[in-house]
């Protein structure tokens, strides 16, 4: 079992950054890929970025690569998403989720758990 808790999600302006944590509990974390998804008003979630237990590996949707980075830190069992040159379509609630298999995946149904998520909102 694992359990996601998020943070750092706010309001902020366009253009501007803000980094989310994703705090997990277990002893196991290390041997999970690690996810971001968002989901906006009256969509469905849609994933943001990926990386592999070593955090050696990473996967991007392309409406946020070269503006977010993910990143892990195994021994505070804690992955982060950097975001920079936020713009107002950026705006969701955004979930950290984990999944038992060693590559990354990007459909929602694949992961095994998910945090409660935290709001990002990017005014214009």
């Known amino acids: 079992q694992v359990q996601l808790v998020e943070s750092g999600g706010r309001l902020v302006q366009a253009g501007g950054s803000l980094r989310l944590s994703c705090a997990a509990s277990?002893?196991?974390?290390?041997?999970?890929?690690m996810g971001w998804f968002r989901q906006a008003p009256g969509t469905g979630r849609e994933f943001v970025a990926g990386?592999?237990?070593?955090?050696?590996?990473?996967n991007y949707a392309d409406s946020v690569k070269g503006r977010f980075t993910i990143s892990r830190d195994n021994a505070k069992n804690t992955v982060y998403l950097q975001m920079n040159r936020l713009k107002p379509e950026d705006t969701a609630v955004y979930y950290c989720?984990?999944?038992?298999?060693?590559?990354?995946?990007?459909?929602?149904?694949?992961?095994?758990?998910w945090g409660q998520g935290t709001q990002v909102t990017v005014s214009s």
């Open positions: 989720t984990a999944d038992s298999s060693v590559v990354i995946r990007t459909r929602d149904y694949e992961y095994d758990y």
């Open positions: 277990g002893r196991t974390f290390s041997s999970y890929t």
């Open positions: 990386i592999n237990w070593s955090g050696k590996t990473t």
